[in-house]
């Protein structure tokens, strides 16, 4: 492949390259590491809208850069999501109320309002949590030798941590997952019906912060509703596209990891066995290698706050710029071999599925948890477990996602 051949905005590629386009993700590095991606047919949606192209960072140093120089990268001026918002009624003006479409120093103060629940010390805390419902979830499917993956294993306890974080009732928690796959999604959908997703969404979280208020917890609405900023409350916009945000983020990264790492030790029986043969010690380095191997949020977007040359290429102020996390994590100059599957690869903590600099995802060490304990249940009563028929990926430029999954087990 050569840089040129590939729409970046086209949503079909998912589907088309069975995953990324990471083939032509190493031509973008060999060739064109700053690439200027032009517009094809296929990625004119009329739902988002996109009518110009933007510049593509397939190296993994220019993405670190990229991500902690905000003074050029901006996550603000045209918000952190490849389509054009300027057009689209208070679209614009919505991602930027939330964290991921702010810069310092005001990503930095929104941030430490909700950053307590997240430290180290705190997530310890929920491991037992996490143990049982793990435990649930495969005792419900345990003695039927077959499922789907994605509904039956993957989807529940990430979807039942957020909840639990948030403070939505537990019985709240499969329209949750219902509304959250829509609005992060935008893609195959009309606008009224991408814009009623994410609407239903904004009014249940004000519909609960308005509860919080009359009964504080320790939940994060809690925190945003009763919380100030600089000596301000926050407003319903921010409480609800913070809802939003992390609704999604939250739900959608730990899910599609968790049916990536089933797809891989399936791909990959050499490397299953050897998970195997010790999995309290292997466990947590190839979560590590799932992330960098298969990371399920593809790429952000920046703006261009001023004029900056990088590689001989001059990138203008308002020129939209794509951060390709897919590329960053098989640059051979960063990963030796990096197609290759190695749950044992030495600097494998080090990719950028999490994103980088001020944006480094909250919820890192809470996905790693649930991740580690979800699959040392799953590896040790279902050992053979394995992927049956080909896995169905959405249609979306935004994730890697897998939305079925067929497994078969011996039964417990």
């Not at 989807?155 to 949750?176: A, I, Q, S």
């Not at 030796?336 to 599925?353: F, G, M, Q, S, V």
């Not at 649930?370 to 279902?382: D, P």
């Not at 890697?400 to 417990?412: G, S």
Request: proline fraction near 7%.
């Amino acid at each position: 492949m050569k840089p040129g051949d590939v729409d970046l905005a086209d949503p079909d590629n998912v589907v088309r390259y069975e995953g990324a386009p990471v083939e032509y993700f190493a031509a973008l590095r060999r060739e064109d590491p700053v690439h200027w991606n032009e517009l094809t047919p296929a990625g004119r949606q009329d739902v988002p809208t996109l009518e110009r192209g933007f510049w593509v960072l397939s190296k993994y140093d220019d993405i670190v850069n990229a991500s902690k120089d905000h003074a050029h990268f901006s996550s603000h001026r045209g918000g952190p999501v490849l389509w054009d918002l300027e057009g689209v009624e208070n679209a614009l003006e919505t991602q930027r109320a939330g964290m991921m479409g702010m810069d310092p120093p005001d990503h930095s103060r929104y941030r430490k309002l909700v950053a307590p629940p997240f430290t180290p010390r705190a997530i310890a805390k929920m491991e037992p949590v996490i143990q049982q419902k793990a435990a649930e979830i495969v005792d419900a499917v345990a003695g039927k030798g077959r499922c789907d993956f994605v509904m039956d294993l993957g989807w529940d306890l990430p979807m039942t941590m957020m909840c639990e974080f948030m403070g939505v009732p537990h019985e709240d928690r499969k329209m949750m997952f219902e509304l959250s796959t829509a609005a992060a999604t935008p893609e195959g959908k009309t606008r009224e019906e991408h814009q009623a997703a994410t609407s239903a969404l904004m009014t249940y979280a004000l519909g609960l912060a308005a509860q919080k208020r009359e009964n504080p917890d320790d939940g994060l609405v809690s925190r945003y509703a009763n919380g100030e900023v600089e000596g301000a409350d926050l407003n319903d916009l921010e409480i609800g596209i913070f809802f939003v945000t992390l609704s999604i983020a939250s739900h959608e990264t730990t899910r599609n990891t968790s049916n990536h790492f089933m797809r891989l030790l399936t791909e990959h029986p050499d490397q299953k066995e050897l998970l195997l043969s010790d999995l309290d010690a292997l466990l947590p380095n190839a979560i590590e290698e799932t992330l960098r191997h298969s990371p399920p949020v593809m790429q952000f977007r920046r703006t261009m706050a001023q004029d900056l040359e990088l590689r001989g290429k001059k990138l203008r102020e308002g020129d939209k710029v794509y951060l390709s996390y897919v590329s960053a994590n098989r640059d051979d100059d960063k990963f030796p071999d990096p197609d290759r599957y190695d749950i044992t690869r030495e600097n494998a903590k080090e990719h950028l599925a999490f994103g980088s600099g001020n944006h480094f995802c909250l919820g890192a060490g809470l996905a790693r948890m649930q991740l580690r304990i979800l699959f040392k249940e799953i590896l040790t009563r279902l050992p053979d477990i394995r992927v049956v028929e080909p896995p169905e990926r959405l249609t979306t430029i935004w994730f890697d996602a897998i939305q079925k999954m067929h497994v078969e087990f011996t039964p417990d």
